[in-house]
């Protein structure tokens, strides 16, 4: 299994900032996706940005422009950069990875334990 550890998350004032790391470890042959998903009380957890190793990303209609997702491949670290934070960004934030460990054949989806980020009005 990929061990996923998140660091970043805390509270804010609407309109601040926050950056997120989330770094990967294990016997790991490949990431082929790592984004982050978040998930606020009550409601369904949604995805908030994805990358691939090669570079490719989606975001979440609600997050563009605001947010900015990056990877260093080499440190198997993703970072989520959060600026114009809004109090409906609330929630926690988890990080997640589509990977394949030495001598798998199928990916697998491996999850953080999340980290809360809480913006106040």
């Known amino acids: 299994q990929v061990q996923l550890v998140e660091s970043g998350g805390g509270l804010v004032q609407a309109g601040g900032s926050l950056r997120l790391s989330c770094v990967a470890s294990g016997s790991i042959l490949s990431i082929n996706v790592m984004g982050w998903y978040r998930q606020a009380p009550g409601k369904q957890r949604e995805l908030v940005a994805g990358?691939?190793?090669?570079?490719?990303?989606n975001y979440a209609d609600s997050v563009k422009g605001r947010f900015t997702i990056s990877r260093d491949n080499a440190k198997k670290t993703v970072y989520l950069e959060m600026n114009s934070l809004k109090p409906e960004d609330t929630a926690v934030y988890y990080c997640?990875?589509?990977?394949?460990?030495?001598?798998?054949?199928?990916?697998?989806?491996?999850w953080g334990q999340g980290t809360q980020v809480t913006v106040s009005s």
């Open positions: 997640y990875a589509d990977y394949l460990l030495r001598g798998n054949y199928v990916v697998s989806r491996g």
């Open positions: 990358m691939t190793s090669g570079g490719s990303t």
